[in-house]
Structure formats: structure tokens, C-alpha cells
């Protein structure tokens, strides 16, 4: 790549610069897949949620690498870090842009699994480019550390940017059609929801935190070299390259799973549950021959059957 710096640009900048061709090829892709995870393409927040283990990986990566060093007492530091990369590191850590405790949390709701589940799953991950990208994160951490800025930098403000777009579908869906669950309307804690990952702390959605990363990345450019900055410029663009390429990789991992058949659309099992007395739909569904063996009868019992008791077979209108 040619050299980017010496423009006086602060490196937020440079970064954004350098990387926006790879940003815009990677939210196309995004945003071409992600309608496929929502309703009416899904019904349950699966594929969004097989979507998510691919990316949240890497937060998982970075996070505990840098958890790491920053907790190193200076003697032990003398001998694994270069002082002023250390420092970098340290001021710009902030618990609070920290991703990993949400992530484990939404894939425990998302897949109804346990978090030790979660761990075990991505421990057991696979695909090439999942182990290329680790690998290359392993090599490139391991012999400068100070690259992991760069993922801080793509990662979290990805978080502010797009995904704050991404953030809006998902919650139209969550309150909607997602999980087959029609009844699901009524508001739950951010942190049952499934979607805490896409949440800040705060009263101003994490406006003051994004804020101050960025303050504090200003603040440290003038302990990294020309070189250091430049590696980190580098490393954002291969971010992209790689994260492209997880993309494309779940396209071939989803193609490859059997799908289920298509279960009873949830509006029309509302309204037929809600407008038609159950009495009456029975017998409708008997006169057919298929009232035990209708998906969407079972789905209506299951999730409406409540409403029988005490109607005194009389239609019940809202």
C-alpha cells in the first residue's frame, strides 16, 4: 500500500481513508444479506444468530488480547511490549466499549443455549477463512501488538456507524415475527432481547463513549512512529479483506444446511385464531381430515389454545 501519512490527518481519518473502498464492499454485502435473516424471509432469529458467531469472534479475540496486556505490571510488560505501545493501549482501553459479555449473553438468548454452549461453539468453529484469520491476527499481534488499535478502531465504530442502521432492522424484527411468536410485543430488558450486542451504557446510547475513544486515539498518536501508524493503516484494510471473505464463507455454510419447511405464516394464524372461534376452526380443520396433522393448527394450539377456556364458544373480538 503507498504510504498514507504525513498528511496531517489525524489517524481516525487516515484509517477512514484508506479503508473506505474495503467498507463499502463489505456493507454491500451486509446489507444484501441481512434482509434474508429478518421476516418475512425468517421467522426466528437463527440465521441472524449464525450471522453474528461469525464476526463475534474476532471482538472475542482482540477483547481478551488486549484485556491481557493491559493488565501486565511493568516489569513483566519490559519484556513482552514496547512501553510506549503499552501506554497506547492502556489509555485507550474503556470497559465500557467492551463487547464479548454481550455477545456470549445475545447468542445464549438468540440460540436458547447456555453460555458454556456458546464457548464451546466457538471453540469448535471451523472454515478456512475463519483459521486464516486467526492466524493472521495471531502473527500479526504477536509481533506488533500495536495493530490491535486498528481493530478497535474498524469494530467499534462499525458499531456506531452502520450499525446503528443494522440496530433498527433487528429491533423491528425482535418486536415482530421473530421466534414464530406472534405475542411477543410487549418490551423486554435490553439484555434479554438478544440484541445487547448492538447497546451502549448511558443515557445517550454510547455517544459520550464513542466520543471519548476517539479523544483518547488523539491522544495517543504521538506515542506510535510513522511506522507503527502506517501498520496500523495497513492492518484495517486487511480487516475488511478478511471480515469480506467470513462473509462469502457463510454464504457457502448456510447453502449448505437443509432447510427446514417453511412453518404457518404468524399474521394468519392471529387472525385466525383471534377472529375465528377455536370451536369453529376445529371443525373446519376436521371436515379436511388434517386437524392433528396441520402445522399451523398445532402452532395455533400451542401459542392461542389459552384463549378456549372460559369462552363459552362465543367469538371473541379486541
Known sequence: MEPVLGTNEPLSQTINTATREHHTRLNRLIVARLPLALPPQADDPTLYALGLQRFAFVYLWFESVWTELVALQPLDASQTIDHRILSALKHLYLPELLRTPSLRNDLSCLLRQPVDRVDNDFAEMEGPHIQAFLEHFEKRCASKPHVLIAYAWVF????????????????????GAWNNNVRRMVAVPIAQSGLSFWHFPGDNDGEEIKAEFKARLADVEGLLTTEQQEDIVDEACMIFDHCELLAKELDETLAARPRAPPGPTPWVALFLSRILPMRLMELLYASFGWVHRSRWYAWIMVHWGGMREGDGGEQKTD
Open 156 to 175: 467499534y465504530m462499525a458499531l456506531f456507524n452502520g450499525g446503528r442502521w443494522i440496530r433498527a432492522q433487528l429491533l423491528v424484527a425482535e418486536k
